[in-house]
T-cell receptor, first 112, second 114 residues
Framework: DADVTQTPRNRITKTGKRIMLECSQT?????MYWYRQDPGLGLRLIYY???????NKGEISDGYSVSRQAQAKFSLSLESAIPNQTALYFC???????????FGDGTRLSIL | GESVGLHLPTLSVQEGDNSIINCAYS??????FIWYKQESGKGPQFIID?????DKRQGQRVTVLLNKTVKHLSLQIAATQPGDSAVYFC?????????????FGQGTTLQVKP
């Protein structure tokens, strides 16, 4: 089983819809992150959480929200999806600062 | 601002040859770097890391070199295999921040020719 699991793997939806992407991990890490990946732009941080009671904005948080339901679960929501949020989304975990992160296999999101 | 970038978007090598993927960074205070490999349809996977108190670190078939003078690091893959075909990223956490944010280069696509 994967250590970091993202669901769904693929999603196509329409502008204005609310969407939730889920991430769960079995690594026991306190730190969790959401990134989006766009061609030519690399990976950009949306939100991160250092523990269940901690939520922080990343560099591109506008239009997104997150919920840390438990140490193992971190979900990303798009309240009202727009086409420029079409991207590949990755969840990641780490056990401390300045350490390698462990990534899920991503959710490919298309907004029409 | 801080940046980490890769030199070439695509590198094509013959199977069995050695591969060298380069990366430049701008922050002279940077002291920790990570290389990731991303295969098609998968998330980035940690390969190797290096701290600034080292100029070389070796793993299994991979070597990372760090030149702090010119702010450059490279990933060397020995005896490149078809399974090495992927996108490779270099990354660093910024300064003394504890955000865990990694600054990713845009990636170099390694293509291995049989």
């Amino acid at each position: 089983d994967a250590d970091v699991t993202q669901t769904p793997r693929n999603r196509i939806t329409k502008t204005g819809k609310r969407i939730m992407l889920e991430c769960s991990q079995t690594k026991g890490h306190d730190r969790m992150y959401w990134y989006r990946q766009d061609p030519g732009l690399g990976l950009r941080l949306i939100y991160y959480s250092f523990d269940v009671k901690d939520i922080n904005k990343g560099e591109i948080s506008d239009g997104y929200s997150v919920s840390r339901q438990a140490q193992a679960k971190f979900s990303l929501s798009l309240e009202s999806a727009i086409p420029n949020q079409t991207a590949l989304y990755f969840c990641a975990t780490s056990d401390r600062d300045r350490a390698p992160q462990h990534f899920g296999d991503g959710t490919r999101l298309s907004i029409l | 601002g801080e940046s980490v970038g890769l030199h070439l978007p695509t590198l094509s090598v013959q199977e069995g040859d050695n591969s060298i993927i380069n990366c430049a960074y701008s922050n002279s205070a940077s002291d920790y770097f990570i290389w990731y490999k991303q295969e098609s349809g998968k998330g980035p996977q940690f390969i190797i890391d290096i701290r600034s108190n080292m100029d070389k670190r070796q793993g299994q078939r991979v070597t990372v070199l760090l030149n702090k003078t010119v702010k450059h690091l490279s990933l060397q893959i020995a005896a490149t295999q078809p399974g090495d075909s992927a996108v490779y990223f270099c990354a660093e956490p910024p300064g003394s921040s504890n955000t865990g944010k990694l600054i990713f280069g845009q990636g170099t696509t390694l293509q291995v020719k049989p």
